[in-house]
């Protein structure tokens, strides 16, 4: 997605955990995107509470304002029957953590960059959200709150959806 926006034109700020594929990809944005524009990375796991702030304030940093935000990160999901052990908890944590509450922490920090600019917010969200399958439910149960709850109560007016499998 990066490099269809690079090839845009766009200015790209990226984002994950492992920071030598994060290079690699900003490396191919300055290559075939504009030759003037601003590429940058931030290496975060969306899994720690302070992430999505300290994701905005750097965007804020480097490019002053904020016109598109394309969320679309993800866990891995844990195949498996539901035991209610320790190690189910903490997953569906993480999950939850990662696949909704990182999602609407950003959008509600980018509200005010979106309204200044009329920019849109993209959500990456996953069929899973609407149409549960076994062995997958904390990631389901998190498509489904990040689809009715982002969709109707936080950035409905700058929403732009994308649902993939």
Not at 14 to 43: D, Q
Not at 64 to 79: F, K, M, P, Q, T
Not at 109 to 118: F, G, K, M
Request: positive net charge.
């Amino acid at each position: 997605m990066a490099y269809h926006y690079a090839r845009l034109g766009a200015n790209i700020l990226i984002t994950a955990r492992r920071e030598p594929k994060l290079k690699g990809v900003v490396e191919k944005c300055k290559e075939i995107g504009n030759l003037n524009g601003k590429n940058h990375l931030i290496s975060l796991d969306m899994g720690d509470g302070e992430a999505p702030s300290e994701l905005i304030k750097y965007a804020e940093h480097v490019f002053g304002s904020i016109d598109y935000v394309v969320l679309n990160h993800v866990i891995s999901w844990h195949y498996g029957e539901w035991t209610g052990s320790e190690d189910d908890l903490t997953r569906l944590h993480r999950t939850f953590t990662v696949s909704f509450h990182s999602y609407v922490s950003i959008a509600s920090h980018v509200i005010p960059h979106l309204e200044a600019s009329r920019g849109s917010l993209i959500v990456m969200s996953s069929t899973l959200g609407k149409i549960p399958m076994p062995f997958v439910a904390s990631y389901s149960a998190a498509k489904h709150a990040l689809q009715v709850g982002v969709k109707i109560r936080v950035a409905p007016q700058f929403l732009r959806w994308c649902l993939h499998g």
